[in-house]
């Protein structure tokens, strides 16, 4: 199962954690779009930046 990821709010202001999280997962800037394969560890990584991200499945 594939995971599509959308930055929905800009990360100026946060902290370096979340910047770095965001930067791992390939997003830059709000509206940038993203899929990973589901993973524990990316998981992880969108608990992280919830606040800043729209998760959906995709096939």
Known sequence: ???RIK??????GEK???KRTL???GLRKPGAEVSH???LTLRGMLRRVA???HV???K
């Open 1 to 3: 199962m594939s995971l």
């Open 7 to 12: 930055q929905t709010k800009s990360a100026i």
């Open 16 to 18: 370096d954690g979340a």
């Open 23 to 25: 930067t791992a997962l």
């Open 37 to 39: 394969e589901d993973s």
């Open 51 to 53: 606040h800043l991200v």
């Open 56 to 58: 959906e499945e995709s």
